[in-house]
C-alpha cells in the first residue's frame, strides 16, 4: 500500500518516491509510488494537482484496491521521482475541509443536526444537515460560534486508534471502518474520523460565510465559503454594492429603502401607462369599425397590432360588445397570436373556424364558439392565416346570422 504521506503532514510540499509500477489507461498512465504527498479523490474532497519531475498530474484517484495512482500523459523516466504539490489549490481545499468539522461540529453541538454528506465544489462548499429547514437566526448562531472557534486558534489535531479503541473517543459520528482510524479534532470542540487534508490551527481557517442555505426534501444544504475564498467573495459582493451605491447616490444602508421605493414608482408608472393605453384602445375601436368589411349582416374587422395579448383580449371585447354584429380577427404581433372574437349578435360557431384551418396547416390553439385564439404564428404566417380566416368568414356569412 502506498504510504500517505499527507496523513501526518498536510504541509509538506514535494517528496522523493520510488515509482512501484506504470499502466496503461484510458486517459493516460497510471503512477504508483510507494508514498506519496497528493491527496486523491475522495470524501468529498477534490484530488490534488501538482507535478512529477515537472510533468503535470492530470488526476489522482484510488483504484479498485484502494491503491493510489497519478494519472500522467508519460510516465516518469527513472524508478525514483520528485513530486511537487500545488499548494495554493491544496491549502484552499484544506481551509475549506476544516471549516466544514467547524461547521458540522457546531451543527450538532447546537442543534443535534448531524451532516449527511459533505461536498467541496469549486466555488462553494456545502454540507447536508439532516433538519428540515433552518432559521436566519439559528444560522447566524452558528456562524458566530464558528468564527469565534477560528479566533481561539485551537490545534487541529491527527491522531491514529485501533478501530476497537475509538469508542471511548466520542467521535461526532461512529465510523464503521476497521485498522486503524485516522482522527481529527479540533481543540475543545470536535473529534471525529476523516482521511483529508487540514490546517494545523483553526485560525488559518480565516473566516467562514454561509451565501445561501438551500432547503431540499427533508434537509438542508449549508453552502459555505472558508479564508481566502470568503475573501474573494467580500470582494465581488462589495464591487458590485459600491455600483449600486453610485447609480442610486445612496448609501448602502439605505440601499433596500431606496430600490424598493424606485420599484414601487415604477410599478404606479407602469399602472398609470396601462390605463392611458385603454383609453386610447378605446378611443380607436370607432376607427377600426369604420374600417371593416361588411360581409351581408356582419362587419370583418381585421388589424395586426404591435401590442401584448392582453392589448387584443381587452380591444376584441371592446369591440364586439359595442358593435354586436362584428367579428374581430386580431393579431398580437409581439406574441404570435391571433384572436377571433365575434359579438353576441352573430351565430357563427368559431370552433369550426379552427376545424377548417386544421385541415390545411397544423394550428396550435382552439376556444369557445364565439371566440378562438391561435399561437406559435411569426409576422408571415399571422398575415396568411388573417386572410384565410377572412376567405371562411366570407364563405359562412350567411350562416352569421
Ligand atoms: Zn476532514
Same mark, same amino acid.
Given at each position: 500500500?502506498t ?16 515509482v ?7 486517459k ?34 484510488e ?17 525514483v ?76 489535531s ?14 461526532r ?8 482510524i485516522r ?8 473529534r ?11 485560525g ?36 458590485? #454594492?459600491? *455600483? &449600486? ?9 439605505e !440601499? ?5 421605493? =424606485? /420599484? %414601487?414608482? #415604477?410599478? *404606479? &408608472? ?9 383609453? !386610447?384602445w378605446e378611443?380607436?375601436?370607432? =376607427? /377600426? %369599425? ?14 395586426? !397590432?404591435?401590442e ?16 354586436p ?5 386580431l ?29 390545411h ?10 371566440e ?17 380566416v377572412?376567405?371562411?368568414?366570407d ?7
Amino acid at each position: 500500500m502506498t504510504e500517505r504521506l499527507y496523513y501526518e503532514d498536510a504541509y509538506l510540499l514535494s517528496f522523493t518516491a520510488e515509482v512501484i509500477r506504470c499502466e496503461q489507461a484510458a486517459k493516460g498512465v497510471r503512477v504508483y509510488l510507494d508514498r506519496t504527498a497528493f491527496y486523491p479523490e475522495s470524501g468529498g474532497q477534490p484530488a490534488d494537482q501538482g507535478w512529477l519531475d515537472e510533468k503535470p498530474i492530470r488526476d489522482v484517484q484510488e483504484d479498485d484496491q484502494g491503491e493510489i495512482y497519478h494519472l500522467l500523459e508519460t510516465p516518469p523516466e527513472g524508478t525514483v521521482t520528485t513530486g511537487v504539490v500545488d499548494f495554493e489549490r491544496r491549502f484552499d481545499h484544506m481551509q475549506q475541509h476544516t471549516g466544514q468539522h467547524i461547521l458540522s461540529a457546531l451543527a450538532v453541538k447546537q442543534f443535534g443536526w448531524q451532516t449527511i454528506s459533505f461536498h467541496l465544489g469549486q466555488a462553494t462548499s456545502t454540507i447536508d444537515l439532516d433538519t428540515p429547514a433552518m432559521s436566519a437566526a439559528e444560522l447566524e448562531q452558528i456562524l458566530a460560534m464558528a468564527n469565534r472557534i477560528i479566533w481561539q486558534n485551537g490545534q487541529v489535531s491527527v491522531g491514529f486508534y485501533p478501530s476497537n479503541e475509538i469508542s471511548g473517543l466520542d467521535l461526532r459520528k461512529p465510523t464503521d471502518r476497521t485498522g486503524m482510524i485516522r482522527v481529527i479534532g479540533i481543540e475543545g470542540y470536535d473529534r471525529s474520523a476523516c482521511g483529508g487534508t487540514h490546517v494545523r490551527r483553526t485560525g488559518e481557517v480565516g473566516i467562514i460565510l454561509v451565501p445561501r442555505l438551500e432547503r431540499m426534501r427533508g434537509r438542508v444544504r449549508v453552502h459555505f465559503v472558508c479564508g481566502g475564498r470568503a475573501y474573494q467573495l467580500w470582494s465581488s459582493e462589495h464591487r458590485v #454594492l459600491m *455600483q &449600486l451605491v453610485e447609480i442610486t447616490t445612496t448609501g448602502y444602508e439605505e !440601499l433596500p429603502q431606496k430600490i424598493e421605493k =424606485e /420599484l %414601487q414608482t #415604477l410599478r *404606479q &408608472l407602469d399602472k398609470e401607462q396601462l390605463r392611458l393605453k385603454m383609453r !386610447l384602445w378605446e378611443m380607436s375601436i370607432p =376607427e /377600426l %369599425q369604420e374600417r371593416g368589411r361588411k360581409m351581408g349582416a356582419m362587419t370583418v374587422v381585421s388589424a395586426e !397590432l404591435d401590442e401584448s395579448l392582453d392589448a387584443i383580449r381587452f380591444i376584441g371585447r371592446q369591440l364586439t360588445v359595442r358593435y354586436p354584429a362584428t367579428v374581430g380577427v386580431l393579431a398580437s404581433l409581439p406574441a404570435g397570436v391571433l384572436l377571433v372574437t365575434r359579438g353576441p349578435d352573430l351565430a357563427l360557431d368559431l370552433t369550426r373556424l379552427v376545424e377548417h384551418l386544421r385541415r390545411h396547416a397544423t394550428i396550435k390553439g382552439g376556444g369557445r364558439p364565439e371566440e378562438v385564439q391561435m399561437g406559435g404564428l411569426d409576422a408571415r404566417s399571422l398575415s396568411s392565416l388573417i386572410r384565410q380566416v377572412i376567405d371562411w368568414l366570407d364563405q359562412n356569412s350567411s350562416c352569421a346570422e
